[in-house]
């Protein structure tokens, strides 16, 4: 739910033609030719973002263009172009402690909204590549790196990340950040949404209201106000206890009404999640109601954890982080950490490139720390082999490799060959505490696997 593919399944490009015909007519109402929609695929095929827009069709794209299915994952295609995560929603702390990064390691993850790229560099990697098939991510990851390279201080750099709402941080992007971003981020940061506003001042509104989660966020709170409750009162608790009272009053009554009930019911409703329809269906297929899947879910987010130490929470109840001393943020916001985040910045390279064409153009024996996020629930059995196989090839002795699944089991078993997936150890048990403890708590599986000795 936080990644955007770092994959490229099977696809041919007469499928690309239908892909785009029904798209259009999906999103837009637009009655297309379909040789018109070729005409204008092909003229705008030349660009990176036309190039980053197909790969993205081609990951998500498993059903004809027409059928149900179909039409609603080519809908969740033009959704998920834009910028999805301004904050990634994978405990980095969990990632931390099951990859065990040392100073030799050399991580490749799916870069999504950069906060635990940002983060692993408090674990001193050798290096770390961070590929990404949107290019909103790719230009946030840049900003990020930028902003901790050339910002003037802790206090500057919280300012624009942490807070980001002050009036302030444009000029501190003009001053600061604007003469060292790379071309593409600057055009992105600079250049404006479907309503004319420039990106760059998202950082002055709160931008984690912004982009396809915050949306959906803000979205789940008229909702509940709609019925008469109140997320963000989940933050005046001040002990478990009081988190569990507030919740059963506040927010799970929410689960009971037809209307929410209805909506949750429809795939489409849930792509603000980074939900496509194939995730949805592993989430489905679970036997409990799709309601009753988020209201468990959401009920770990508000009673699992305390407050202090949870910024997840934060971001759901209160679509922020805390204004206060010593608040719940992303270990790269800590203070304390925000040296190590500075002078680590330069062993970050940010790849607009699918996971697979990444692992491909490497040597055997050359990574050996791997971090999908939850793009596996996306793949088809064809592209989990191929990638496995790469990561497997390019493995050294001992490397790890961390996802999570939206359903609660590995996904692997069975879909995977046995004589690959075999060189590597699973600890189920292990796992499950990995899944107990991360704060995000909206997954149902956290996964790791170790390259066996001699593997």
């Known amino acids: ?56 069709k081609k990951a998500v794209h498993q059903n004809p263009a027409l059928s149900k299915r179909g039409l609603l994952e080519r809908a969740f295609t033009l959704a998920f172009q834009g910028l999805v995560y301004a904050q990634i929603w994978e405990d980095p702390l969990i990632d931390m402690e099951a990859l065990q990064i ?6 490749v993850t799916i870069a999504s909204g950069g906060c635990n790229v940002m983060s692993y560099l408090i674990a001193n990697p050798a290096e770390i590549t961070a590929v990404d098939l949107n290019r909103a991510h790719i230009a946030l990851n840049q900003l990020k790196l930028c902003a901790a390279r050339h ?83 989940m933050l005046d608790a001040r002990t478990r206890e009081e988190q569990r009272r507030i919740f059963e009053a506040e927010l799970a009554p929410l689960f009971d009404k037809k209307l929410v009930k209805w909506l949750v019911d429809r795939p489409m409703a849930l792509y603000g999640l980074g939900i496509p329809p194939a995730q949805y269906k592993a989430l489905a297929s679970s036997g409990e109601s799709m309601s009753g899947v988020l209201r468990d879910r959401l009920e770990r987010l508000a009673c699992g954890f305390e407050l202090d130490s949870n910024y997840f929470a934060w971001q759901a109840f209160g679509r922020r982080y ?14 304390e950490n925000f040296e190590a985040v500075r002078q680590r910045a330069d062993r970050v390279a940010v790849r607009h490139i699918n996971f697979i064409d990444f692992l491909k153009g490497e040597a055997d024996q050359s990574l050996d720390r791997y971090v999908l996020l939850d793009a596996q629930d996306w793949m ?35 879909r995977v060959p046995d004589a690959l997936l ?29 390259l066996k000795d001699g593997a």
């Open 1 to 56: 739910m936080a990644g955007t593919l770092g994959y490229e399944p099977p696809g041919g490009r007469s499928r690309l033609a239908r892909v785009g015909h029904a798209a259009r007519r999906i999103g837009h109402g637009i009655k297309a030719k379909p040789k018109a929609v070729l005409k204008s695929l092909k003229a705008k095929g030349e660009g990176g973002r036309s190039i980053a827009r197909e790969n993205l």
């Open 102 to 107: 040392g100073e030799d390691s050399r991580i």
């Open 151 to 233: 910002l003037p201080d802790q206090q500057s750099f919280y300012a624009f990340f942490g807070l980001a709402r002050a009036r302030d941080n444009l000029a501190l992007y003009e001053t600061h950040i604007r003469p060292a971003l790379d071309e593409a981020s600057r055009d992105y940061w600079e250049g404006r949404d479907i309503f004319g506003r420039r990106r760059i001042k998202f950082f002055t509104r709160n931008v984690y209201r912004y982009g396809l989660l915050g949306t959906f966020i803000g979205a789940g709170h008229a909702l509940a106000r709609l019925h008469g409750r109140n997320p963000a009162l």
């Open 322 to 335: 805390a204004r206060r001393e010593n608040a719940p943020v992303p270990p790269y916001l800590a203070a």
């Open 380 to 414: 088809d059995d064809e592209t989990l082999t191929t990638l496995w196989r790469e990561i497997t090839r390019t493995a050294r002795p001992g490397a790890r490799v961390i996802f999570r699944t939206a359903a609660e089991p590995s996904l692997l078993p069975g």
């Open 422 to 450: 075999s060189r590597w150890d699973y600890d189920e048990a292990r796992c499950r505490t990995f899944t107990e403890r991360d704060r995000s708590s909206i997954y149902g599986g956290f996964h790791l696997y170790v």
